[in-house]
């Protein structure tokens, strides 16, 4: 991959800067191309993520061995007229390009990683420090060893810290714990202008309530301070299997207004081979079979995935406990898949997918919050599209309490108490994404029409009036924050949000 004349020239106007500024050593090493590249190889990387569908050219990547230097890049972008767009890149999980820089400097955060792991146990085990680069899946192996662990998840555990938190961090504890971003004491922020601040809720509250959620808007989370607690040992874990949506998601509401259960999480089930690839986890109901002839029946079948924690302080009364808690549910009862493991095992069960064995895929994946009162409604219509398109994804449903989230922070949901989020984990052939982006599209018409008032998570908007849309009244205070740290929108050019039309 080439790159232009013009960027070679930014890239020459960058290093001089590094040089003629900075009196720390590693400014030689960027004439050595080892803290500031464009060799084909790392270029390649920067312009391209998990979605596989957006693919932007930057000048060049940033592999910073310190936090100043990534502090050095956005001080000398400030300087420069025009300044060049930085963007901050964790494991490259985006879907539509939010991680890349066109033009400009991607910061490969991972770099940070390379010569010392930053994840610190508070002395006595409240919180954890931990580098914005880290991944959650290290987070969980060090805290562990000292029987701890953070209190809210994501699904898939080898994300970046600060990639998350940028976003949300959601998965089936939210609603007990909250998103990760309602789990945090205190950041480290490189903000736009290049300044180094700490903030929390008492100290610099403005950054701090910014940047959770903020999709990279104002600084780049260079730590995060993480509340842990102590760590059950084990977990009781079911996939219960139901036909009827309204009986499902009834189900599903009822166990999150419960303290009981740990982790709640629902699928939809439109092919038999998804309870079949359960049984590597699961002990299968012996009527296993009986699935299949349901769902040829059914069209579609539902899941509720429900997990209670125990020690061995528990370890007597867990059976009892859960079965109290199945027999609250309406579940078909000949279908239960059940698991006793380890936290570990339970919350790495994902695994990682970072090396696929396969030719390359592309993602163009769909998440909705959606407002509990007209899930039926959106129900009812995506599965009529659903089914007339043939496009089978998939689906993850499941409730969260509002109240679990801080509206101060930039992130955006439905302004009911209780909503769902969706997610349509499309995959396809790289050059055949675009069926599943018109489906994403009618599903996106539907609710337009319906007057349904659902809100993207991970969002993916063409136009700053679509996001103003998307922020409702929190667009003054976010533009206003914007104006504050990155006053000459330097950050996170790929998300479009400033820099679109």
């Known amino acids: 991959m080439g790159i232009p004349s013009r960027i070679s020239l930014l890239l020459l106007i960058i290093i001089s800067c590094f040089t003629r500024i900075s009196a720390n050593p590693s400014a030689q090493s960027l004439y050595d191309g080892k803290v500031l590249r464009n060799d ?96 959650w899946i290290d987070v969980l192996r060090a805290t562990l060893k000292r029987g701890l662990a953070p209190v809210s998840w994501t699904d898939y555990l080898y994300l970046s810290v600060g990639g998350t938190l940028s976003n949300a961090g959601i998965s089936g504890q939210s609603f007990q714990r909250g998103p990760q971003i309602n789990n ?38 260079t730590r995060a301070r993480i509340i842990l607690d102590k760590a059950p040992t084990r977990v009781k874990w079911v996939r219960l299997i139901y036909s009827d949506f309204s009986i499902f998601s009834r189900d599903q509401e009822h166990l999150i207004s419960s303290n009981s259960p740990n982790y709640v999480e629902g699928f939809l089930i439109i092919d038999e081979n998804t309870t079949n690839q359960w049984r590597s986890s699961f002990s299968s109901p012996s009527r296993q079979s009986d699935i299949a002839a349901l769902l040829k029946k059914q069209g579609i079948l539902y899941s509720i995935e429900l997990v209670k924690y125990y020690d061995n302080r528990t370890a007597s009364t867990i059976d009892k406990d859960f079965e109290t808690l199945l027999k609250e549910l309406n579940f078909n009862p000949d279908f239960i898949f059940s698991a006793d493991t380890s936290l570990f095992d339970f919350l790495h069960r994902v695994g990682d997918l970072d090396s696929p064995a396969g030719p390359p895929e592309s993602h163009p994946w769909l998440n909705l919050f959606i407002p509990k009162s007209r899930i039926s409604d959106f129900n009812a219509g995506v599965l009529a599209l659903s089914q007339t398109q043939r496009v089978l994804p998939l689906l993850i449903f499941y409730p969260l309490n509002r109240k679990k989230w801080d509206d101060r922070m930039s992130a955006v949901t439905p302004e009911e108490d209780v909503f769902y989020t969706l997610g349509l984990l499309h995959s396809s052939p790289p050059n055949s994404y675009q069926i599943y982006d018109e489906f994403n599209s009618q599903i996106l018409g539907f609710c337009k029409r319906a007057g349904i008032k659902v809100k993207q998570y991970l969002p993916n908007y063409k136009s700053q009036g679509d996001w103003i849309q998307h922020f409702g009244p929190k667009w003054p205070t976010f533009r206003q924050r914007k104006a504050t740290f990155d006053p000459k929108f330097i950050l996170s050019p790929g998300q479009g949000i400033f820099n679109s039309a």
């Open 184 to 221: 945090v004491l205190e950041l480290d922020v490189i903000t736009g202008k290049g300044e180094f601040m700490t903030c929390s809720r008492e100290r610099n509250p403005e950054l701090f309530f910014a940047v959770l959620g903020g999709l990279g808007q104002f600084g780049i989370i």
């Open 40 to 135: 084909s190889d790392s270029i390649k990387k920067a312009s391209n993520d998990y979605g596989n569908i957006v693919h932007e050219i930057p000048s060049a990547v940033l592999f910073p061995s310190s936090v100043k230097e990534i502090s050095g890049l956005l001080r000398w972008s400030n300087e420069r007229s025009p300044p060049f767009t930085v963007a901050a890149r964790g494991r490259g999980h985006s879907a539509r390009g939010q991680a890349m820089a066109r033009g400009g400097v991607v910061v490969d955060m991972t770099a940070l990683s390379k010569t010392r792991r930053r994840i610190r146990v508070s002395r006595n085990g409240t919180y954890v420090d931990v580098g914005g680069e880290q991944l």
